[in-house]
């Protein structure tokens, strides 16, 4: 009977008598069983201890058992049957706590430092807010030493409650998570000393922005609303869109129809893009206008549709004065459409790895018309268009729609919000919602099953795990990235007067924008995680969305890093 080594499994009595083996020969599979058991017992935790002195005393019991078999009762070989299970449960708990031991000091001093970063951001843009933008405040001695003396009780009552974690018995890591933990509090408290009297009170659209945007964080105590995160974006854009229109109509130096119309235009594109894709976790299997476009009968509607999305991106890419870089762009959208043709009409997908190739030429055609004509927006707007014909690349035929519409989208939005007198910070909250409601739009969920495998191949012949899982994340995140890009493209650019006045200021309160709306979220993520390390559904809902987190804040930092340095 052979068994994988070091596995904690154990034999189950009724498959064993529905396999119609003796009395005694169960009793023999069982301290098989156990032997094994013991063995990677043993090895984890040493033979000096009573459960393992009575496994021993078990299986010597059962030498007797094949002699005395055949006069033993029913009830007594069911005994020993018992004894042996037992034994092995006993084991086995003891196994598996062993192999899930978790450092809680650890884990409680991270999720600390998490929502005091938090609150130091926060901090942060108030005092931007107030005019103190590049000031940085110091830490004061007196302050350092209260919050030295604070991390310390934080980590002993941690020690306190959770006397196991190893980094309660390492003198070094004591040293540096205490050392961490107070200067993370001494730069929160710092900002304390700003005298915060010069803030106004928002109007309704931005407390209904920042509302939601907290409402959303604690939504995630709920399991339902993790799994159905999408229809809460879906509510949050809606929404938006129609008080923002509502409110700002009267204010609008165009005749407020117009407003109105740019705001249907929108909520047009959104309802179409709802349908496209079915996600979650109880509607994931309703059909939808990918599942209908997938069909082969109906292939020459969906050649039809990526041909009109091409000329749509074409339309909404048009520049003046760029030949060389427009044709490229050109060439290169007509190849993408070619390809796409022949994928859905021969399945072919030979040769794929040479459109690679226009990603970097259009960066470097970009770079060089920045050098020479001195307009800072042509660099982002070529990073820009490679991302958008790599993520057209990646996506299946039938989300190539798709994801022109999310193009178009974005340029209605942009459109909308131009004559709408909303500051920088607010603005970037809104391309961080547009961008996560998009992000579901193209299928993806809180599971890991809707991250598509097969994009991180597209053009590769042989697994690179870098490469690989670099396309993976450029697919899975195609949209929120692409947002995220256009929103510092609309930035940079000159004639936005609104968003340029005081540039670096500004710039400092964007950052903060969107670093404190991901990373509060994933600080309070982790906390409720700890909360609910024992809830029912914590490795099915909880845990999928954890790694979702994770994933989702490095790349909102990422991007962040680079366009703040590169685009600005």
């Known amino acids: 009977w052979p068994l994988r080594p070091g596995s904690f499994g154990i034999a189950v009595p009724a498959v064993l008598a529905a396999a119609n083996y003796t009395t005694s020969e169960q009793l023999y599979l069982l301290q098989y069983n156990l032997q094994q058991l013991l063995s990677v017992y043993v090895a984890e935790f040493g033979s000096s201890d009573k459960l393992f002195a009575l496994a021993k005393e078990a299986l010597c019991t059962f030498l007797d058992v094949p002699h005395s078999i055949q006069t033993s009762t029913k009830q007594e070989a069911a005994a020993r049957q018992s004894l042996l ?94 050392l961490l933990s107070a200067t993370v509090t001494a730069l929160a408290t710092s900002f304390f000393f700003w005298p915060f009297y010069r803030l106004e009170t928002p109007e309704f659209p931005h407390i209904f922005i920042l509302s939601c945007t907290v409402l959303h964080g604690i939504s995630f105590v709920s399991s339902s609303f993790i799994e159905e995160e999408h229809l809460t974006w879906y509510f949050m854009t809606t929404t938006v869109v129609l008080i923002l229109c509502f409110y700002y109509s009267r204010l609008s130096a165009h005749s407020p129809l117009l407003t109105f119309r740019k705001g249907l235009g929108i909520m047009a594109l959104l309802r179409v893009l709802r349908s496209w894709n079915s996600t979650g976790d109880k509607w994931a299997h309703v059909p939808d206008v990918a599942d209908w476009l997938g069909d082969s009968s109906n292939r020459h509607v969906l050649a039809f549709l990526i041909f009109v999305g091409i000329v749509a991106v074409i339309l909404t890419t048009v520049r003046q004065g760029k030949p060389l870089s427009s044709f490229l762009l050109y060439l290169a959208l007509l190849d993408l459409c070619l390809y796409k043709m022949k994928l859905i009409y021969y399945g072919d997908a030979q040769g794929v790895e040479n459109f690679y190739w226009y990603l970097p030429l259009l960066v470097v055609f970009g770079m060089l018309q920045q050098y020479r004509s001195g307009n800072v927006c042509d660099f982002p707007t070529a990073v820009i268009q490679s991302w958008m014909l790599l993520c057209l690349l990646l996506h299946v035929p039938q989300n190539v729609p798709m994801f022109t519409l999310v193009i178009v989208l974005e340029n209605a939005v942009n459109y909308l919000l131009c004559e709408l007198p909303l500051t920088a910070s607010y603005r970037a909250l809104l391309y961080l919602w547009f961008g996560m409601c998009c992000h579901f739009y193209q299928g993806n969920s809180n599971k890991l099953s809707t991250i598509s495998v097969s994009a991180g191949y597209v053009g590769v012949s042989s697994y690179n795990p870098l490469l690989v899982g670099f396309l993976m994340v450029s697919h899975t995140y195609s949209s929120l990235i692409f947002w995220l890009l256009m929103f510092w493209k609309r930035f940079t650019q000159p004639q936005d007067q609104e968003l340029k006045r005081g540039h670096g200021r500004t710039r400092l309160l964007v950052c903060c924008t969107f670093l404190l709306a991901k990373f509060s979220v994933t600080a309070w993520y982790l906390a409720l995680m700890v909360i609910q390390r024992y809830h029912l559904f914590v490795l099915t809902v909880f845990s999928p969305k954890l790694i979702y987190e994770v994933a989702h804040a490095i790349v909102v930092l990422l991007i962040i890093l680079i366009a703040s340095v590169l685009f600005c």
Request: net charge positive; charged share 5%.
């Open 85 to 178: 299970l037992n034994i092995m449960s006993d084991i086995q708990s003891a196994l598996l706590s062993a192999s899930t031991v978790v450092d809680m000091t650890l884990v409680g001093t991270g999720v600390s430092v998490s929502l005091k970063g938090s609150l130091t951001l926060f901090m942060l843009m108030l005092s931007v807010v107030q005019g103190y933008g590049h000031r940085i405040p110091r830490i004061r001695q007196t302050a350092f030493v209260l919050s030295a003396m604070l991390a310390f009780f934080e980590y002993s009552t941690l020690c306190a409650f959770f006397p196991s974690s190893q980094s309660c018995s390492n003198g070094t890591w004591s040293g540096l998570l205490s």
